[in-house]
Structures are given as C-alpha cells and as structure tokens.
C-alpha cells in the first residue's frame, strides 16, 4: 500500500478526484459568486453573512482556503444575473480589448439598446431595472470585444433570463460581460472557447505562411530591382505586383495578430 501512495500517476489522480469534488461541493457554479472581504461582511450565529445589502443563508455561501464566496445569482432567482465588465465609476477603454478606464461624474448604469435585447426585455432602457448588475473576471482565458456594428457576425442578443446568444451559441452567466465604452455605446466581452480557439489555430497557420512567404517576396524584389537586364516591362510588372503582396502580407499579418486595435487604426489599415 505504502509503495502505491508513491507512485506519481495515483498522487495525481487522487489530487485530480480532489479537485473535482471540491467543485462540486460548492452550492452554486463559482462564475455566479463573489468573494465576500471579512472586513466588509458580518457573519452570524446561525452561519448567515451579511455583505453590501445582501444576507447569504448558510446553504448559499463556502470557503475556500481563507476566502468566502457568496452565491449572488441565486439570492434573489426572479431578477436574473448581469456581469459589468468594469468597475462601479469605469467603463471599456476604446483602444484596447478588456482594459478599463475611470470616468468622471460617478457611477454610470449600464444603457441598453433595443437591437441587442429580445422581445421580452425589450421596453428596458436600463440592465438595472430588470438585472441583478455585478462585477466580477468573467474567464481566465482570452477574452473578444463584439463589435457587430463593423461585423454583422458580431451581433448578439440577450434575453431576460440572462443568457446571450452570439458567435452561434448560448452563453451563460460568466461566459460574457457587458459595459459601456469610452463613447457611451454597449459593448459585450465573450469568453474564447474552445471551437475559437480551433479558428484561433487555423489563423496562426495562415499568419505562418505569410511570415514564410515575405522573405521570399522581398527577395525577388531586390533582384528583379538590382539586375538591369530584368528591369524590362515585364519585370517592371512583376515588381509592382510583389510589392503589392508584400504590403498586402504584412497588414494581413498586423491585422489577424492582434484582437483589437482601436477603430481608426482598424479602418486605416
């Protein structure tokens, strides 16, 4: 028995079994909760913990390691869950994908459109006045700024029980996150999931061949530029068009490396 607890392999599938009952354990998906700071919080007698207006019965709140985590979502289940992206007095910066910026003037509600809303929610003008609004990191992976008003594969939709529909699938309470930008327009931050993530590989392996294919182009260039005899009409053409594929390249390059850059940028490129 003692030699079997030292095998590598048994240690990690007990740590393994370990984690998965710990996540089990807890009374609500941990992307509903918020931690709940000793210092701002009061805890009673009977196991309840009162924290920012909120009382969270014993079957509603768990500690892990030194920190509580307090079921928001399932607290009050008539008024559904929303996600702010930023804090109470921020909103998304408009140069960069998730950052947030400060804004004068105090806290600022999260104004809804209607060409982002289902049937049902529609009247609303305010996430407020139908959505329990929090704060909190929505995934630990990549996130993607949905900008439907330049993509019309962009577009999504939310409905009054708190899911979005976009990227053709059903996101659930902390998949996404929504919050105003610099410009007072709504913007939504999805998570990457794994079928992205594929996409994400298959762009890679196009930016490769064009980072392969560059040098090559450059090449031909500069000899086609350097050797007189090749400066013919016909070698004049094919420089213009190299050239072409060599810019053509590198703004391809600049503009499937990066996730975001601000919307002048993008337009100029």
């Not at 949905?146 to 594969?153: N, V």
Request: charged letters at 20%; glycine letters at 6%.
């Amino acid at each position: 028995m003692k030699k079997t607890l030292k095998n590598p392999i048994f240690k990690i599938l007990i740590f393994l079994l370990t984690v998965k009952n710990s996540h089990q354990n807890t009374p609500c998906d941990p992307s509903q909760a918020l931690p709940l700071p000793p210092e701002e919080s009061i805890h009673f007698e009977n196991g309840s913990v009162f924290h920012r207006g909120q009382l969270y019965p014993p079957e509603l709140h768990w500690k892990d390691g030194n920190v509580t985590f307090g079921c928001f979502c399932q607290i009050n289940e008539e008024n559904p869950c929303l996600v702010k992206c930023c804090g109470i007095n921020q909103v998304l910066s408009d140069s960069d994908v998730s950052n947030c910026v400060s804004t004068p003037g105090g806290p600022i509600g999260l104004q809804l459109r209607p060409q982002h809303l289902h049937e049902d929610v529609r009247h609303l003008e305010n996430a407020e006045e139908h959505f329990r609004v929090f704060t909190r990191e929505i995934c630990p992976g990549v996130r993607s700024r949905l900008q439907p008003e330049m993509f019309p594969e962009d577009n999504f939709t939310l409905y009054g029980n708190g899911s979005l529909y976009a990227m053709d699938r059903l996101m659930a309470v902390g998949e996404f996150c929504f919050d105003l930008d610099e410009e007072k327009v709504l913007r939504a931050l999805v998570c990457i999931t794994a079928d992205t993530e594929a996409v994400t590989v298959e762009e890679s392996v196009y930016r490769l061949g064009f980072v392969v294919s560059i040098p090559f182009l450059v090449a031909t260039f500069i000899v086609y530029a350097i050797i007189p005899e090749l400066r013919s009409l016909y070698g004049m053409t094919l420089m213009c068009y190299v050239g072409c594929l060599i810019a053509a390249y590198v703004f391809l390059m600049i503009t499937q490396t990066f996730v975001y850059h601000g919307q002048a940028s993008c337009t100029v490129i």
